[in-house]
């Protein structure tokens, strides 16, 4: 490569000794405007035309592309430095300017990755990021997360190598206040409500099983008319826990169902499954809820839900003014982010979570740190378990399971066959 200046008049006289010295190939590099003068004296506008054209390698470094070479490419006084040593300078600045570019595409393009990686998250923080992002947590929320860690001053590095920093720090923004407790004196009436097939059923043996072992009396009530087999399966755990059911057909007959069980401690509604996507049935859940003038409302949301269908199932049920959330179904899942999500914009706390068909034992109180354990590590592992049903049923005397056939049922499963 040979790079010249050429100074003219104008620029078409500069391009015409462009071309004649270095070819009809040759680059113009830079074109700018300077001033000529005679010894320092009346100086005038010039143009200067930087231009550079292919050294032909193996030509005796005389050579170039073009193909009227001209003598005055020989610096004055001939020797060196010749044009050669002129070309090997252009080569060696270009080829470092190549290199230059190529170090700072690399760099850009690593930028790039990581902005659509994590968003705008430091670099430091990316595993962390992903962590969450991996674990079905929104990127917006992930981020949220992180902001609130570098608050507390957290390194990354030690939020990565104990993640427990995490965990409690995920605990932190989630409400757990534990199971239904027995009343002080007098009734508690206890409603299950959730989308069909969550578990509500299931849960309810679950939870009346539990105070059952301390004793305590239990009556059940059905509003779930509409399926077939509903109030069968309900008076099939009834039968075994030896309970006394009640089917009410309308909101109506709800406050009379409960008011033939005023000695009981502990009253627990069962619902039918809803579609939260019907308004109309939305309402009625509403009116049987209301009519049993409820002690605790209880709303199921199972782990296997999507985040939007969570949002909207929150959002409708909520006609009927929650007081906990039941987590069911957590042995189905391992992705607990989106239920993150939820929570932070819905901070009702929760009671309870299910881990299996199993009743009573498939059942534990919730607490904070279980629930970020999950989102988290989408996996309960790594938590002791101190489930309500399972501690009280093996550590309390057994009353009326014990007459039963079984103190172990699948839900829907064995109690249909029972
Ligand atoms: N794997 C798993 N299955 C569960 C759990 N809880 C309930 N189930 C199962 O889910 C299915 C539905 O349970 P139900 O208790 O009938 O649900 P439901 O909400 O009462 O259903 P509907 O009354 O029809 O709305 C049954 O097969 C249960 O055994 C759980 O924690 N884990
Ligand atoms: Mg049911």
Redesign the pocket.
């Known amino acids: 490569m040979k790079v010249k200046k050429f100074t003219a008049d104008t620029v078409q006289q500069a391009m015409e000794q462009v071309k004649r010295e270095l070819g009809v190939d040759a680059v113009i590099l830079q074109t700018r405007t300077t001033s000529k003068s005679l010894f320092g004296l009346f100086p005038r506008r010039a143009v200067e035309v930087t231009a550079a054209a292919d050294v032909v390698i193996g030509d005796g470094g005389m050579g170039q592309r073009s193909r009227d070479n001209s003598p005055a490419d020989q610096p004055a006084g001939g020797g060196s430095p010749g044009p050669s040593s002129d070309g090997a300078l252009a080569v060696s600045r270009l080829e470092s300017l190549e290199q230059k570019i190529a170090k700072l595409t690399s760099t850009v393009e690593t930028l790039v990755d990581q902005s659509f990686d994590s968003r705008g998250v430091a670099p430091a923080w990316s595993a962390v990021h992903r962590q969450l992002v991996d674990s079905g947590v929104e990127d917006a929320l992930a981020r949220d997360v992180i902001e609130e860690l570098s608050q507390l001053s957290l390194e990354p590095e030690r939020v990565v190598a104990e993640e427990r920093l995490l965990v409690d720090s995920i605990a932190e923004s989630i409400r757990a206040e534990g199971g239904v407790r027995l009343p002080e004196d007098g009734q508690k009436v206890v409603v299950l409500i959730g989308p069909?097939?969550v578990?509500?059923?299931?849960t309810?043996a679950k939870i009346a099983a539990g105070f059952l072992q301390q004793g305590r009396r239990v009556a059940f009530v059905?509003a779930?008319t509409y399926?077939l087999a509903?109030v069968d399966?309900?008076q099939k755990y009834a039968d075994i826990m030896g309970l006394c059911l009640e089917t009410v057909y309308s909101p109506e007959e709800m406050a009379r169902a409960i008011g033939r069980h005023s000695d009981k401690e502990m009253v627990f509604v069962?619902?039918?499954?809803r579609s939260q996507r019907d308004l109309g049935q939305m309402e009625e859940v509403q009116a049987f809820v209301a009519a049993c003038q409820p002690a605790e409302v209880h709303l199921l949301l199972s782990a296997t839900t999507k985040r939007e269908d969570l949002e909207e199932i929150l959002e409708r049920f909520s006609i009927c003014a929650i007081d906990r959330l039941i987590l069911t179904k957590v042995d189905e899942s391992t992705c607990f982010g989106p239920l993150y999500s939820v929570v932070r914009k819905n901070p009702i706390p929760f009671s309870y979570i299910t881990t299996g068909q199993n009743v009573p034992e498939d059942i534990e109180e919730a607490t904070s740190e279980k629930i970020a354990e999950l989102i988290c590590r989408g996996t309960l592992e790594a938590v002791a378990s101190d489930g309500i049903a399972s501690t009280s049923l093996r550590t309390e005397p057994s009353t009326s399971l014990e007459a039963g056939p079984s103190t172990t049922l699948r839900a829907g499963v064995d109690a249909q066959d029972a």
Do not use: E
Not at 199 to 202: D, E, L, M, S
Not at 270 to 273: K, L, N, V, Y
């Open positions: 069909t097939g578990g509500k059923t299931t309810l059905t779930d399926r509903a399966q309900l069962d619902t039918a499954g």
